[in-house]
T-cell receptor, first 113, second 114 residues
């Protein structure tokens, strides 16, 4: 299995809702990443997990809360989002944190109303 | 401050032509240079990557040329096909550090006309 899967594909939520994005990989990779991508822009790094521990938080607002339940799964919990948080949220993984061949999932298209 | 500068912003090429995208960087500590291809509504897919110990790498119709002294690298798409129409991102990172963040270029939208 050489892919990163993400669910859901699309998500529409109100500013008072709580929702979660899920990411899964079965490549035995020990580093996992969350990125945010706005239209016509490159991906922006949000969080990095290495060996299930949060290694990097790129000063992301606390309304985004990552979680790594095990080495194959990565969640992003969303609460009290703003309309400007609407974007494509991408998960990626790599064999290790300093082996930068990152493989991206298809993304979750999030719309905040 | 953008660490990797990518040009052009967009490119239109006829089927069978050559698409060329250029990237430039300043940080000489970068030692890994990947290119990603992204179709609308999809995640970026790693296309090809190069390290600075080689000047060229070819995979099928895709070639990376690397000029270490000029701190530039480029992607050439030979015999461009309509299916190559996508956005292409170059990137750079340091893998010798404990953590090498991927620094992306701004992206190039390539349209291949039939």
């Amino acid at each position: 299995d050489t892919e990163v899967t993400q669910t859901p594909k699309h998500l529409v939520m109100g500013m008072t809702n709580k929702k979660s994005l899920k990411c899964e990989q079965h490549m035995g990779h020990r580093a996992m990443y969350w990125y945010k991508q706005k239209a016509k822009k490159p991906p922006e790094l949000m969080f990095v997990y290495s060996y299930e521990k949060l290694s990097i938080n790129e000063s992301v607002p606390s309304r985004f809360s990552p979680e790594c339940p095990n080495s194959s799964l990565l969640n992003l919990h969303l609460h009290a989002l703003q309309p400007e948080d609407s974007a494509l949220y991408l998960c990626a993984s790599s064999q290790d944190i300093n082996l930068n061949e990152q493989f991206f999932g298809p993304g979750t298209r999030l719309t905040v109303l | 401050q953008q660490q990797v500068k990518q040009s052009p912003q967009s490119l239109i090429v006829q089927k069978g032509g050559i698409s060329i995208i250029n990237c430039a960087y300043e940080n000489t500590a970068f030692d890994y240079f990947p290119w990603y291809q992204q179709f609308p509504g999809k995640g970026p897919a790693l296309l090809i990557a190069i390290r600075p110990d080689v000047s060229e790498k070819k995979e099928g119709r895709f070639t990376i040329s690397f000029n270490k002294s000029a701190k530039q690298f480029s992607l050439h798409i030979m015999d461009s096909q309509p299916g190559d129409s996508a956005t292409y991102f170059c990137a750079a990172s340091m893998t010798t550090d404990s953590w090498g963040k991927l620094q992306f270029g701004a992206g190039t939208q390539v349209v291949v006309t039939p």
